[in-house]
């Protein structure tokens, strides 16, 4: 799950970062929560969740892992499609989708937490 994660990081990083250029370019700082949440949920958070899942196999390799990366990987683009959608369009469907999503991020959350009472020791 480890691998996995490490390269949906980066390509996350790689948006992110983009998204940062042109929002400096523009001088137009709408889509900051965005960018910021694609750097945190995307980038950085899922480069965490590579590491720990890397360094405790156990973990990694469990069926809590899998479920977690499933919920995080459909949470985070629907979640923040939604909010890039909500504010540049506007419309309560998107708004519907962002927090349906978020709660699938906040329970992969909760699985990674278990996952890891569970299966990090020394
Ligand atoms: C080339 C890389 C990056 C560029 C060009 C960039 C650009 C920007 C810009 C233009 C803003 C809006 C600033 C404002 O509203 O005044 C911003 C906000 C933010 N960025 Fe980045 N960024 C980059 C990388 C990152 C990374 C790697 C992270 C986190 C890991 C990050 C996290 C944030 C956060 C949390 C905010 C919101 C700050 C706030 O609202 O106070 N950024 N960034």
């Not at 970062?17 to 950085?44: P, Y």
């Not at 958070?45 to 720990?52: H, K, P, R, T």
């Amino acid at each position: 799950m480890s691998i996995r994660f490490f390269r949906i990081a980066a390509v996350y990083f790689v948006i992110a970062i983009i998204l940062g250029i042109i929002m400096g370019i523009a001088h137009d700082f709408t889509l900051t929560s965005v960018h910021a949440h694609l750097n945190l949920l995307g980038w950085v958070s899922m480069a965490l969740f590579g590491m720990i899942y890397h360094f405790y196999p156990e973990a990694g390799n469990s069926k809590l892992a899998s479920t977690h990366f499933w919920l995080h990987n459909i949470g985070v683009p629907v979640m923040q499609g939604g909010i890039a959608l909500s504010i540049l369009i506007g419309g309560v469907i998107f708004t519907v989708f962002a927090i349906i999503a978020s709660l699938l991020v906040v329970l992969g959350g909760i699985l990674f937490m278990v996952n890891v009472f569970k299966h990090v020791k020394a």
